[in-house]
T-cell receptor
Framework: QQPVQSPQAVILREGEDAVINCSSSKALYSVHWYRQKHGEAPVFLMILLKGGEQKGHEKISASFNEKKQQSSLYLTASQLSYSGTYFCGMTTDSWGKLQFGAGTQVVVTP | DTGVSQDPRHKITKRGQNVTFRCDPISEHNRLYWYRQTLGQGPEFLTYFQNEAQLEKSRLLSDRFSAERPKGSFSTLEIQRTEQGDSAMYLC??????????????FGEGSRLTVL
């Protein structure tokens, strides 16, 4: 039931791009993306509702393909501040619980 | 500060003792979650409330774990007869769920439990 994230980790140089994928075996209603820095609580990035929309937050954007039950997070022209662990969370309906994937550790180096 | 607050931030206990954690959500939020997180893992769902109603408790959770949210405000998570495997960070999060929108979660700083 837990969303499956890939890759587990990625190392980037500043300015490079990366894609993080998240998939579910169940039909989805919404996808959440959060970032957690070491020793801190997860922080919200964005929500995508079913309908295949794409959202963006500065140079971080995401897509949601409800037919494939997948979402992808795009880190474009990465900055040092993008380092952290990214989690996707998924719900199967508007009132359902939010379950998280195991996370993708992103390290951006100078 | 109007964020989510958790207390205590750290708890060290001996195996077999009971512990209780408290979470004060953002005041207007109707949804409250408890998650458990261990090093290198994502937040593991434990239970959640809509106002004062407990909607679901993880089937992986033993009967030693219980949670309440009286009057739909603060929440407590109690672990009875603690075991070393209970050592983890316990995260509380709240959100405002309205209509068709699943609100973003605001997390507290967490309560770190160490069972000796």
């Amino acid at each position: 039931q837990q969303p499956v994230q890939s890759p587990q980790a990625v190392i980037l140089r500043e300015g490079e791009d990366a894609v993080i994928n998240c998939s579910s075996s169940k039909a989805l209603y919404s996808v959440h993306w959060y970032r957690q820095k070491h020793g801190e609580a997860p922080v919200f990035l964005m929500i995508l509702l079913k309908g295949g929309e794409q959202k963006g937050h500065e140079k971080i954007s995401a897509s949601f393909n409800e037919k494939k039950q997948q979402s992808s997070l795009y880190l474009t022209a990465s900055q040092l501040s993008y380092s952290g662990t990214y989690f996707c969370g998924m719900t199967t309906d508007s009132w359902g619980k939010l379950q998280f994937g195991a996370g993708t550790q992103v390290v951006v180096t100078p | 500060d109007t964020g989510v607050s958790q207390d205590p931030r750290h708890k060290i206990t001996k195996r077999g003792q009971n512990v209780t954690f408290r979470c004060d959500p953002i005041s207007e939020h109707n949804r409250l979650y408890w998650y458990r997180q261990t090093l290198g893992q994502g937040p593991e769902f434990l239970t959640y409330f809509q106002n004062e109603a407990q909607l679901e408790k993880s089937r992986l959770l033993s009967d030693r774990f219980s949670a309440e949210r009286p009057k739909g405000s603060f929440s407590t998570l109690e672990i009875q007869r603690t075991e070393q495997g209970d050592s983890a960070m316990y995260l509380c999060a709240s959100s405002l769920v309205a209509g068709l929108n699943t609100g973003e979660l605001f997390f507290g700083e967490g309560s770190r439990l160490t069972v000796l």
